[in-house]
């Protein structure tokens, strides 16, 4: 069976999404993810969908499990590349991914992850400290 | 409309356009800074000659028929090149009514005699030329009518230009209401720029929309979350405090968005969101204005 590839970047998950998604493929996407959350400890996941030309409402709620349940694993979600049409599409959907991460291309995407996770460690560094 | 007057219009065709030009130059409505007389007289001239061939044939009373073909395609011709030229429906209408008076004064004198067969005549007439006058109007109109609908497709493509204000900024100014199929080309537009320039931030500037109401507030968030689903972040700026008395009123709910007063504001904010920093060059005036090469 066709699965999306999860490539593990250091601390950050990267899925390029690079054909259409059909129901299936994304449930399997979206098990697949968090299991390799769960496993790799990743701190935040990259979801690239600038290949994606059609959503529908199943999608845009994949999208939103996908980036809730990362949360609740402590992993930040961010979506990136969304297609003009794609977006419309989406807001006209009433789904307007509230809880997810936005950016333009993968680059910004890391550049934000890299921003989010700094952030944490700073806010965090007092408990390591105390572990320590 | 019999053969006796057919003939004696067609006899005194010169006469009548002779005297129709000259109803026509005397009316108050001619507009010669629009047409030159020469034209009108080509165009005159013209048409004469086909209503008279038109007399001539069998169905003379019916505008319908095959004989007033050529008629009616040069009303259509001189109504829609009017329109466009912006002659008011008075002095497209004159036009053809002008001819009326003429032909009834050529009709008066042939049948001075025969008071029935004038009277007659006169009615047949008056009904064609009733009937050719409602043609004019009716290609007139749809004239005008076209004008106003590529005024329209103009004026949403001009008011909805996407600035690129800074390296990742992109500024929207809209003017005029927004309704669905406006923020629907807006949307486009401003998404479309955002892919292209890469850009991370977008400001809707809305000091040239005249009013809001419930219906254009939620064409602006849609058009916040879909810029910001693609991950730009969006700015509206230009709100007056008319605007901000109705979005509270109307209780639109908008504390997720970022607003400004002025776009200058909004400029501002997003040099800030991408730390940015502008300061003013140190130095003396006479420098700075060798900088701007004057």
Redesign the interface.
């Known amino acids: 069976m066709e699965r999306i590839p999860i490539l593990k970047m250091g601390p950050f998950l990267l899925v390029t999404i690079q054909v259409d998604l059909y129901d299936r493929l994304a449930l399997t996407l979206e098990n697949d993810l968090i299991n390799m959350v769960s496993k790799t400890e990743a701190k935040g996941v990259l979801i690239d969908i600038s290949a994606v030309s059609i959503v529908d409402s199943f999608m845009g709620r994949i999208l939103g499990n996908i980036a809730s349940m990362s949360k609740i694993m402590d992993a930040t979600t961010v979506v990136v590349g969304m297609q003009p049409a794609v977006a419309i599409t989406l807001v006209e959907l009433g789904l307007t991914l509230s809880g997810v991460h936005t950016a333009l291309d993968v680059e910004q995407g890391m550049e934000l992850l890299r921003d989010k996770i700094g952030q944490l460690d700073k806010d965090e560094e007092g408990l390591y400290d105390s572990f320590i | 409309m019999n053969k006796e007057s057919a003939a004696a219009l067609k006899s005194k065709k010169k006469q009548i356009l002779e005297n129709w030009l000259s109803n026509q130059l005397q009316d108050a409505a001619l507009r010669d800074d629009l047409m030159s007389v020469a034209e009108l007289q080509q165009q005159s001239e013209e048409f004469l000659t086909a209503l008279i061939k038109a007399f001539g044939t069998s169905s003379a009373e019916d505008t319908d028929s095959e004989g007033y073909e050529p008629i009616r395609d040069i009303l259509n011709e001189i109504s829609i090149s009017r329109a466009r030229q912006g002659f008011s429906p008075r002095e497209t209408s004159s036009y053809i009514l002008s001819l009326k008076e003429v032909l009834s004064n050529v009709l008066e004198d042939r049948f001075k005699e025969d008071p029935a067969t004038l009277y007659r005549e006169i009615i047949s007439m008056n009904k064609i030329m009733d009937s050719l006058s409602m043609v004019t109007m009716e290609t007139y109109i749809k004239g005008r009518e076209e004008v106003i609908l590529r005024q329209t497709n103009e004026m949403s493509e001009i008011s909805t230009p996407v600035i690129r204000v800074w390296e990742g900024i992109l500024a929207l100014p809209i003017i005029g209401t927004l309704d669905s199929a406006r923020t ?1 080309v807006v ?2 537009a401003l ?2 720029e ?2 292209a320039t ?3 931030i977008a400001i809707l500037d809305i000091s040239g929309v005249p009013t809001v109401d419930s219906l254009v507030a939620q064409h602006l968030i ?1 058009t916040v ?8 972040e969006c700015i509206i700026s230009g709100i007056r405090a008319e605007i901000a008395q109705t979005i509270v009123h109307l209780g639109i709910d908008l504390t ?1 968005i970022y607003t400004k007063a002025t776009l200058a504001s909004a400029l501002k904010m997003s040099f800030s969101m991408l730390n940015i920093q502008v300061t003013r060059a140190t130095g003396t005036s006479q420098n700075n204005k060798q900088n701007f090469g004057f």
Request: proline share 0%; charged share 25%.
């Open positions: 629907q949307m486009e998404l479309e955002i892919v890469g850009s991370r849609k979350s879909a810029a910001r689903l693609m991950g730009a997720n």
